[in-house]
């Protein structure tokens, strides 16, 4: 007995000292997620934004230190712009998509669906996640190509031509579906989808049933019951959802490589600059886009309350 | 706000860290050339090409590590690069490897940025049968000093669907470039590809006619861009990735498209309706060497591996496996795995209708006159992908 308690006391006395240093404590515990935000993961931002204040010497193609505004300056020109756009536009578009598919399987899984159903649809909404990324994008390539099997089946069932009309349309349109917006879309939802059903299955699983109750009794529809009450304490979900969904669409730069026609995303962007031209000012720069974006989408979340309940 | 204190502080050492970072890497100026390739130092570290190096391991019959390695006495250490620029970072960025298969576009970098060194040529063996045209080659040629060994080359060719263009094989570039009804009678408009590389300008430039597409002045440089930018509503999709372009001639329907004699082996190996031309413009092409890194760390095994890189078994091999051209022309006789026609299936006649990659500079490679950089290309040719 007293040889256990010799063998614990420094253990304890460590124990007694830290009850004490309430400051230290703290220091202990959050010295490693500090290092970690601060060092590596602020380090390389500083890192980045200091690269984005020097220049590509125009002759050896190697990077001029002194510090200067040019990079910044060709940002912004029109081709630059419409990377930025087109990628916030897609990421917009995909996020919206992705609630309204979300919302109603998430209500199902919440509300309706039994202990053992609950399971096996978290499960199936899951299993993708399972695959690799990348097997995923390249069978989607098939799945979607002119001789692939969504082509063929409407062919066979009289619809090609609804098919052509739709990629007679301008800008979602293109010579096939996987060369063309309307297809990298649909990958992009469906890529990443469980990251926004999820978080609002969550959302509404803390939705007590009483309050629906409680408005039905009221005498409120269906439809208001959801605008007044579900809808509004699913935003928690559907906004932690929504930054899944935007920011990944907003850094991918796989998707757009494979599927669609070869148009630049800002990921892409970056990836040619810093890998192909060498010009890690200019990606250094463009890096800073999707922050930014970030930065003004979170704030607006913010704005709307969405970080109230979590 | 001491917070932000702390942001700061880490501002600013990262600051001296960046600033202080270029003044490590001093270039060695003593030049003076190995005069004998001495003992060896038990391995050599290579930076290569996907499929440049094998050791038999993606298949057996391929081979040409294994007995190097019993009889120099030198292990084969190979990391694959996927682009030129990915090349040059790797040498430029660190002094662990030995040699670099670079191509023309990364090759006059390598050497204006002093990466790489002068090679005694006295010490290769076999550099008498290297193919003349490739001996004092301007991308490893510089002032009549030599920087690497010719490893192999091959030509951007013209692939097209058999299908449709049935007995009449395309004969331009033009089929690429410019709207018009193919053979099959439908218009080729979303049915070419064009390659996703910012060299591919020199291709629209050699299409227009221009003697040295590497060196385009502004007005010469617009108007390529201007030729890319109407084929933009062509092209489906720009290819970079050889798999994704095979997919796209088996799936996407394509009917033409600038490509490698690479995919097309295999999509003639997979019985796809596909061959290909060098068309009368000529064509662009690429042109590798081996080149050797100024701080090498073994100079011995390097030599030695110079040496066997141009013997005519590996030179016959590496064709057969990449479908490109040997260095070594008489290395195209008797070889098992390339057989008697491989070379001219690979191009071996195209030679002199090859416009070898070259990194553009803004002196126009050199030849005096103002030129529009590789730089730009990288930002305009993004551009033209993007629709602008």
Not at chain 1, 262 to 277: D, E, K
Not at chain 2, 8 to 22: K, R, S, Y
Not at chain 2, 31 to 39: C, F
Not at chain 2, 259 to 278: E, H, M, R
Request: hydrophobic share 45%.
């Amino acid at each position: 007995m007293t040889a256990a308690t010799q063998s614990s006391r420094p253990i304890r006395r460590i124990a007694a000292a830290l009850y004490r240093r309430r400051r230290l404590r703290l220091a202990l515990l959050l010295a490693l997620p500090v290092v970690w935000l601060v060092g590596v993961y602020g380090g390389s931002l500083a890192s980045l934004l200091i690269q984005s204040f020097f220049s590509l010497d125009n002759f050896a193609g190697t990077i001029d230190r002194t510090p200067t505004l040019d990079t910044w300056r060709e940002l912004f020109t029109p081709a630059n712009r419409a990377v930025m756009g087109r990628t916030i536009g897609m990421a917009s578009a995909v996020t919206v998509a992705a609630v309204v598919v979300a919302l109603p399987l998430a209500y199902y899984i919440a509300r309706y669906a039994s202990t053992r159903v609950k399971g096996w649809m978290v499960l199936a909404v899951l299993l993708p996640l399972w695959s690799s990324y990348l097997v995923r994008v390249y069978a989607w390539k098939l799945i979607l190509a002119a001789e692939g099997i969504v082509n063929w089946v409407l062919t066979r069932l009289g619809l090609g031509g609804v098919l052509e009309g739709i990629l007679d349309l301008p800008v979602i349109g293109g010579p096939s579906l996987s060369v063309s917006y309307l297809g990298q879309f649909v990958v992009f939802l469906y890529i990443w989808l469980p990251f926004m059903i999820l978080p609002i299955v969550t959302a509404l699983e803390r939705v007590p049933r009483s309050y629906l109750e409680a408005s039905a009794d009221l005498g409120a529809k269906p439809g208001t019951t959801f605008r007044k009450i579900v809808w509004p304490l699913s935003i928690p979900g559907v906004a932690a959802g929504s930054i899944f969904t935007f920011s990944l669409t907003l850094g991918d730069y796989i998707i757009p490589t494979v599927i669609g026609d070869s148009s630049p995303f800002i990921g892409l962007a970056i990836y040619s600059q810093q890998g192909v031209a060498g010009n890690l000012p200019a990606a250094a720069a463009f890096s800073f886009v999707p922050i930014a974006v970030m930065a003004i989408y979170l704030t607006l979340a913010r704005r709307l309350g969405a970080f109230e309940t979590i | 706000m001491r917070s932000r204190l702390i942001v700061w502080l880490a501002m600013m050492v990262l600051i001296a860290a960046a600033c202080g970072g270029g003044a490590t890497d001093g270039g060695e100026e003593g030049t003076a050339l190995p005069t004998e390739i001495g003992e060896s130092e038990g391995q050599v570290n290579i930076v290569a090409w996907a499929g440049y190096i094998e050791d038999g391991s993606t298949d057996p019959a391929y081979d040409w590590v294994t007995q190097f390695e019993a009889d120099s006495g030198c292990q084969v250490n190979v990391k694959t690069a996927g682009t030129s620029d990915e090349m040059t970072a790797l040498m430029t960025g660190s002094n662990e490897y030995d040699l670099v298969t670079a191509s023309g576009d990364s090759s006059n970098r390598l050497i204006a940025g002093g990466t790489v060194q002068e090679i005694n040529l006295d010490l290769i063996d076999g550099w008498d049968t290297v193919d003349p045209r490739l001996q004092d080659a301007p991308w490893h040629t510089v002032e009549g000093k030599h920087y690497g060994v010719p490893y192999d080359w091959g030509a951007n060719v013209l692939a097209y669907n058999t299908e449709v263009f049935g007995d009449t094989p395309p004969t331009s570039w033009s089929v690429v470039f410019e709207e018009q009804i193919l053979p099959d009678g439908e218009s080729n408009a979303g049915r070419v590809q064009a390659y996703d590389g910012p060299i591919y300008i020199a291709d629209a430039a050699l299409f227009m006619g221009v003697e040295q597409p590497y060196a385009l002045n502004q007005e010469q440089y617009d108007a390529a861009l201007d030729l890319l930018r109407q084929q933009r509503d062509l092209v489906g999709r720009y290819w970079h990735d050889a798999f994704i372009q095979i997919d796209d001639f088996t799936n996407e329907g394509v009917a033409a498209s600038s490509s490698w004699p690479f995919q097309v082996n295999i999509l003639q190996g997979g019985g796809a309706p596909v061959a290909s031309v060098v068309p009368d413009e000529g064509a662009t092409g690429w042109a590798d060497t081996t080149m050797m890194h100024t701080n090498a760390p073994n100079p011995n095994c390097a030599y030695k591996w110079l040496n066997h890189s141009i013997t005519s078994g590996i030179q016959g091999d590496l064709a057969a496996w990449f479908g490109s051209v040997p260095a070594v022309p008489s290395a195209c006789d008797g070889n098992e795995l390339l057989g008697p026609d491989g070379c001219n299936i690979n191009g071996l006649q195209n030679f002199d209708r090859v416009k070898f990659w070259q990194t553009p500079t803004e002196d126009c490679l050199g030849a005096g006159g103002t030129c529009v950089p590789y730089y730009k290309w990288v930002t305009d040719y993004l551009a033209v992908i993007g629709g602008r």
